[in-house]
């Protein structure tokens, strides 16, 4: 039976670290590092307002949601951090196989009741093969959900408190103070766009190529039709999924913006503009990129949504 790709890198990486072998960057041979490692912006973000930004170690920069796994550099990272902390197993599906321990892994998904999450049972989306229909789980954004966002922050800062072993800053409070105030000024910010948003949109349908928007959607009280636009590595597209965009353009009480959460396909959103009438907008959730700025990135994508919505 073949070994497991993550089980042969962590014994590995673990021998480098046991047998004098050389360690990878950034790992200290000694034993436990005294950092906080994410591997996801919205992670890197809530760690760096509870601890500050030069005890948390980001992994996977340029990675997405279900686009990345450790190396065995990051595995190394991962088993010697303090503190390991995640978003839930279904945003890090790569976890479960990592050899993770539990005493020093945070999943901040677990500190949220499940009311919190929208469950895609109750978000149904089309292939534009078939019916419409769902699957199980949930939909992973929870953190666009400005109420959620402020729980994970509370909820990692608790658990955080105290953790860490590195020496304290004589203004360590007075810093800590300035980075709640600051992520505060940031949610009230984003709060403020999703309130504009909700007031342009007046109740009407917002269509999508994707899911991730459902927790801003259901915020501005719009409701959301997802059309999954498929995309083969040749490039081939599903042109069913543009049919079944038209019946429901054709349908009056509909916004008219089609939103995106990656890369705009050009042929597609010409369908949807000559044909349609529908203007595309790309969202930035925060999946990729730096924590740091992901409040300011999801603000500006709100209002960029906003001012492209059709008149009432």
Known sequence: MPVPRFALLLAVALDGLSCGGASAPGAERAGIREVVTVASAPAELIAEVSVGPGLVERLGADASAGGWSPSNADL?????????????????????????????????????????????????????????????G????????????????HGAG?????????PEAPDAATQAVKRHEAFEAEVAAYEAAIADLK????GRRLFAVAHGLE????????????????????????DHAAALLEQAAAEPGHAGVLVWLGPIDAPFEKIAKEGLG???????LGL??????LLSRMTKSLEGLSAAVAPR
């Open 288 to 293: 990729e990129g730096s924590g740091a700025t």
């Open 76 to 136: 190394v990272s991962l088993v010697t951090a303090r503190r390991v902390l995640l978003m839930g197993a279904e945003f890090e599906p790569w976890a479960q196989r990592a050899g993770l321990p539990p005493s020093r892994t945070i999943t901040l998904g677990d500190g949220l009741s499940r009311d919190a999450f929208i469950a895609t049972a109750t978000v149904s989306h089309t292939h534009g093969q078939g019916p419409s229909h769902s699957h199980g």
């Open 158 to 166: 608790e658990m955080l408190a105290g953790v860490l072993e590195a």
């Open 138 to 153: 949930v939909v992973l954004t929870v953190w666009t959900d400005p109420a959620q966002l402020r729980a994970m922050v």
């Open 199 to 202: 007031e342009r949109v007046g």
């Open 215 to 238: 927790y801003v959607a259901r915020a501005a009280d719009a409701p959301l039709l997802v059309t999954l636009l498929e995309i083969e590595a040749s490039g081939e597209r599903n």
């Open 278 to 284: 529908l203007t595309s907008v790309r969202v930035d």
